[in-house]
């Protein structure tokens, strides 16, 4: 099985960066793609970003397109996200997920298309 681990969040002031890591581990062969969702305070979890491992393949909500930027060391079986220009309905608790096998048929942005979840890294952005 996979196991996924984020870290990086924290507290930020309004137009600062963050970066965030996901660390997979485990049968890491196996994963298609990985993305990051999030959920705010009394909001829906959300997809953010996608990429299929070994690719350069990316896929964004709109929300943080040309803001946000995820990209992989496929060597360290890590995943980032490096957020910038950040605001404060970036706020929420971020989520790295993991498609594996049975591969889901659901959009790239989807919580049902992945499997294996971490525990979440908690992003604050104030102003």
């Known amino acids: 099985q996979v196991q996924v681990v984020e870290s990086g969040g924290g507290s930020v002031q309004v137009g600062g960066s963050l970066r965030l890591s996901c660390a997979a581990s485990g049968d890491t062969n196996s994963i298609n793609y990985m993305a990051w969702f999030r959920q705010g305070p009394g909001k829906e979890r959300e997809g953010v970003a996608a990429?299929?491992?070994?690719?350069?393949?990316?896929y964004y909500a709109d929300s943080v397109r040309a803001r946000f930027t995820i990209s992989e060391d496929n060597a360290k079986n890590i995943i980032y996200l490096e957020m910038s220009d950040l605001k404060p309905e970036d706020t929420a608790m971020y989520y790295c997920?993991?498609?594996?096998?049975?591969?889901?048929?659901?959009?790239?942005?989807?919580?049902?298309?992945?499997?294996?979840w971490g525990q979440g890294t908690p992003v604050n952005v104030s102003s």
């Open positions: 990429i299929r491992t070994g690719s350069s393949s990316t």
């Open positions: 997920a993991a498609d594996t096998p049975p591969y889901g048929t659901w959009a790239l942005l989807s919580e049902r298309k992945y499997n294996r």
